[in-house]
Each structure stands twice: as structure tokens, then as C-alpha cells.
């Protein structure tokens, strides 16, 4: 997840500049812009692979991964980490195909990239008994269709706006793009210290059951959440190209319908996690029945944070593609670090258990409060 989120950083940065460049009517210059964005997420790609195999075995053994446990991490983690620069590549055109305006190519990309793991899981595994290094093979060729596919179409002639070819080192330009992305790469190094943070809480305070119930909660808020972040990542280009253009009157619309639209949106999410709380229980946890009641309760608070959250998350998004980064990352450092760590920490020492499943919810509030109050003050500045 944090090798990807260099791939999401470059992504969104880039892929802000990029429009806004475009969207000044610099064609050229949008694509110089890409390919050295491109061709340096490749550079890192490697870099990262090449330090992961180095350091594989003593983080792992670091870790706490002894005798066949460190083997297994070990066999698994040299044939993953081949495909890590796929990987990066994998994640940024996501965020590129967009910018590209081909965002439904994206799609297919993804759909492709995810039956390549099912049919090769099910070849390498139980047809060639291939086992541990099977499995790690079939997850890292599907990185590689999800990476190298795009590149491929990129290279050639295609009918987007964007072309890879010849281009000039800019070191400015890609320290741009590392901080306009930066909230993102936070987000995601955040959601794995806070998730750390969650299940020691909940160690303390509900056992087990309470780490296999916030387990559930985390597979059911990525799904949910993505329909934000979907929405977020596909209009950042066209929130770029507008403010490249001077377009206000474009972006006033452009933010206000989008704040309609996130309202709806967490209503609608709001209301399928409180009524689906149970049967989504039942399918996880159904065989304990201790497991299930507190999953289902957990289900009934924890909903409401999807009442705000996508708030926080277009806000953060919309400060990329105005080339905002350092707001942009406040708004991201604060959401899904300072104010989840400060709720996890002090709620349940009043509310115990239920004050974990309260911390998101509160600190989902705080997050859409600074987002109105950033929103507010940089109106002048950006005319939306």
C-alpha cells in the first residue's frame, strides 16, 4: 500500500500540473510534463525494488517473523517486490487516464489487472501446485498488466492528449508534483499507524473479537469510501484545467455541484452501512454470535462517519488540482492522523469500546470542519 501511494503521489500532483497546463493551452509543455513524471516514477519504481530486496529479510525478522514465517515472508516478498515499479506505474495512471481524459480506459486497465490475479491465482495455484511463489506470481503479473499496459498505450500513437516522448529534468517541476501529491501519500502512510493505533485500543478494551470486528468495518469503509474518492480523483483534472484556463465561473459551478453531489452521496452511504450493518455481519462474523452483536452495534456507530468524510476527501482532492498541495495536506494530515490518533486516544477513556467506534465519527466532523473553514478563506484567492 505505501510503495503504491508513491505511484497515487505522482498521480495526483502530476497529473494537477499537468492539466493546469493544459488547461493554459500548453499542449507540448503538458506532455514534457508527463513523460518526466512518468519516466521518474519508473526511476523510483526501481530504486524501491531494489532497496526492498535488500532489506527484505531483517525488516521482516524486525517484524517479529521467525523460522518458516520469515522464509515464506521472505520467498513472497523477492517475487513481489520485481513487479513494484509496475506497481507505482499501476496506481499513477489511475489518477493519469483521467488527466488524459480516458478515464474509462483506466477502468478496463483495472478490470484486466484484477482477472489477470483471479485466472493466474487459480492456474499457478491449483493447477501447477505452485504454491506460496505461485500465488506471489500471479499478484505481481497482474501489477505488471496494470502497470505496463498503460505505458505501452502511452508510447504509441493514441487519441488522448498525452503522449510520452522526449523530455528535459526539471527538478522544480517534480518538487511541485511530490507536495501537490503529498496529501495523499500521507493519507495512506496515516491509515496504516492509525489502523496499528485502532487494534491496539481495541486489544485493550474488547479483546479480539474487537480487532476481528474493526477488521470488518475496514472492508466494508474501502469499498464505500471509494465511491469519494472516485468521484474526487475523476473531476481533480477537470477542476486543473479550469483554473488553468481562468475559467471561475467553471470552477464556482464545478465546486458547488460537487458539494451537492457529496451530500447525496453520504446520505446514500449512510444509510446502506446502517441498513446493511447486519446482513454484511452476518456474512463475515455470523458464526460467533458474541462477534456478530458487537460487529452489528460497532455497524450502528460507525456509519455515521460516512456522513462527512467525503467532504474532507473532495476538499483535500480540490486543493490538489488548484495546485494547493501544503492545503491539501493539512487537510489530509489532520483527517486521517491528528484528529483519529487525538479520538482514539481520549474517547474511550470515557466511553471505553463504543469511544472507539465514536473516534472516527469524530474525528470525521473535525476533518469537515477544517475543510469548510479552508474552503472559506481561499475563495478569494481562487475564485471558485
Known sequence: MVLGSVGFMFGTGGGALIAKTMGEGKTDRARNLFSL??????????VLAVLGLVLLRPVAAALGATGQLLEDSVTYGRVILLAVPAYVLQYEFQCLFATAEKPSLGLYVTIAAGLTNIVLDALFVAVFSLGLPGAAGATAL??????????IYFARPNSSRLRLGRTVFDRRVLGRACVNGSSELMSNISMSVVSMLYNVQLL??????????????????????????GYSVGTAPVVSYHYGAGGTEELKGLRRK??????????????AAFLLGTPLALIFVGYDQGL????????????????????AIFGSSFFTAL???????????????????AAVLILPVFLEVDGIWVS???????????????LRGKQKRYQY
Open 37 to 46: 513524471i512518468v519516466y521518474t516514477s519508473v526511476v523510483c519504481g526501481i
Open 204 to 229: 485493550k478494551y474488547a479483546g479480539e473479537d474487537g480487532v476481528a470486528a474493526y477488521g470488518v468495518l475496514m472492508y466494508v469503509s474501502l469499498v464505500f469510501q471509494a465511491v469519494f474518492i
Open 258 to 271: 460537487s458539494m451537492v453531489l457529496i451530500g447525496a452521496f453520504a446520505v446514500v452511504m449512510f444509510a
Open 323 to 341: 495546485n494547493d498541495g501544503l492545503t491539501s495536506a493539512a487537510i489530509s494530515f489532520l483527517r486521517t492522523l491528528v484528529f483519529q490518533i
Open 360 to 374: 472516527t465519527v469524530a474525528a470525521e466532523v473535525m476533518a469537515v470542519l477544517v475543510t469548510l473553514l479552508f
Open 142 to 151: 497482474s501489477q505488471c498488466v496494470g502497470g505496463i499496459l498503460p505505458l
Open 292 to 311: 456478530l452483536g458487537l460487529t452489528e452495534h460497532a455497524f450502528s456507530i460507525f456509519s455515521f462517519s460516512f456522513l462527512f468524510s467525503g467532504f
